[in-house]
């Protein structure tokens, strides 16, 4: 089931644990790494070593593209998975790195290209259900973007989002429904690799969500990345906030990045900004976010072959010790210094409280 009707509507059934228990991380999060600018340092590993190094790690779950775990493929790579004692947590099909979405995918002008991103998530999202019996589905904006100024019709660029995302709901209903939906969640980042992507944060998944019919609407969230926020000059745990404020925040990406505009860092969570990874948690526990936490971190360019899994393994180790840290802010307290709008006393208090004072 992945969805349940709730006082008549329908809300989604995405199992449930206790902040700080579940985690699930991308294959993609182990490799060879390299880019543009830097050398391939590690192997490449086969999935039963991931699956190992992620299960050490801590993490209950794993998250696939579609382009490194093929449909065809599905069958024996979840034996691997649950051999490897994991479960699939997420899936999402690749509408970035396929030669035809590179102008974009859904808000394409072209139909032949909204068609192929339609094709591509549609056969993912049978997989995730019938295979993988992933808990949820995300669509990140990849490619849905422009290079140069007038790079597309803007108006159209968000309405034709908007319908390609109706059509896939529609279909996935009509095929296996609501029940087992997968929930359908948006991932926004406002650039990379376009210069300018939509929907590019909360607030435009939101609205997107909301040019929908009404009848698709609960179907879909947001899962929003923290490296992706912090790029758009947002404070990430407002972003949940707002997400959450929405009954919208079905899923997180956490991982650690510069606070201003510069790329996508994928560092371990708690990298970069103890701070930040402190108040991200602590939001995620007053908001009773109870559903497996994902990350989406990357080795840095010189961990070693021995490294591969240590941006994972940092990242729940700091996860746990920004929860050691809210265990010491006296919520009372907090909202005492909110109420009187003292932000001076809130600043100090934080500090002594993550230091242990
Ligand atoms: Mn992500």
């Given at each position: 089931m992945a969805f349940k009707k709730v006082n008549g509507k329908?809300?989604?059934?995405?199992?449930?644990?206790?902040?700080?228990?579940?985690?699930?991380?991308?294959?993609?999060?182990?490799?060879?790494?390299?880019?543009?600018?830097?050398?391939?340092?590690?192997?490449?590993?086969?999935?039963?070593?991931?699956?190992?190094?992620?299960?050490?790690?801590?993490?209950?779950?794993?998250?696939?593209?579609?382009?490194?775990?093929?449909?065809?493929?599905?069958?024996k790579l979840l034996k691997i998975v649950e051999d490897g004692g994991l479960k699939v947590h997420m899936c999402?099909?690749?509408?970035?790195?396929?030669?035809?979405?590179?102008?974009?995918?859904?808000?394409?002008?072209?139909?032949?290209?909204?068609?192929?991103?339609?094709?591509?998530?549609?056969?993912?999202?049978q997989v995730g259900i019938e295979i993988f019996k992933a808990n949820l589905y995300v669509?990140?904006?990849?490619?849905?973007?422009?290079?140069?100024?007038?790079?597309?019709?803007?108006?159209?660029?968000?309405?034709?989002?908007?319908?390609?995302?109706?059509?896939?709901?529609?279909?996935?209903?009509?095929?296996f429904g609501a029940e087992r939906a997968l929930p359908f969640l948006v991932e926004p980042k406002p650039?990379?690799?376009?210069?300018w992507s939509y929907p590019g944060d909360v607030g435009e998944v939101l609205a997107v969500i909301s040019m929908l019919p009404p009848r698709l609407q609960p179907f879909f969230g947001a899962n929003p990345e923290t490296c992706h926020s912090q790029m758009g000059g947002k404070r990430f745990a407002?972003?949940?906030?707002?997400?959450?404020?929405?009954?919208?925040?079905?899923?997180?990406?956490?991982?650690?990045?510069?606070?201003?505009?510069?790329?996508?860092?994928?560092r371990a969570f708690g990298d970069i900004n103890f701070t930040t990874a402190v108040e991200i948690v602590w939001t995620l526990r007053e908001i009773g976010f109870r559903y497996p936490v994902g990350l989406d971190v990357q080795p840095l360019p010189g961990d070693r072959n021995d490294q591969q899994v240590e941006s994972v393994a940092r990242s729940l180790r700091n996860f746990d010790r920004a929860m050691t840290v809210c265990d010491r802010i006296d919520p009372k307290i907090l909202a005492e210094y909110q109420l009187d709008g003292d932000q001076a006393s809130i600043s100090d208090y934080f500090v002594s409280c993550l230091v242990n004072e």
């Open positions: 329908w809300v989604p059934d995405i199992p449930e644990f206790e902040l700080g228990i579940a985690f699930s991380a991308g294959d993609w999060n182990q490799g060879p790494g390299g880019g543009r600018f830097t050398p391939a340092m590690r192997h490449e590993l086969d999935l039963a070593r991931k699956v190992a190094n992620l299960s050490m790690a801590g993490c209950k779950f794993i998250e696939f593209h579609d382009t490194e775990a093929l449909p065809d493929d599905a069958p999402t099909a690749n509408l970035f790195k396929r030669p035809e979405f590179v102008n974009g995918n859904f808000g394409s002008p072209d139909p032949k290209v909204r068609q192929a991103a339609i094709n591509y998530t549609k056969e993912y999202l669509y990140w904006t990849g490619s849905n973007g422009i290079n140069v100024p007038f790079g597309v019709d803007y108006r159209g660029a968000y309405e034709r989002t908007a319908e390609c995302l109706a059509m896939i709901m529609d279909w996935q209903i009509n095929t650039n990379e690799p376009p210069a407002m972003e949940l906030g707002l997400a959450a404020a929405k009954k919208k925040l079905w899923y997180v990406h956490l991982n650690g990045g510069s606070e201003n505009p510069k790329f996508d860092e994928d």
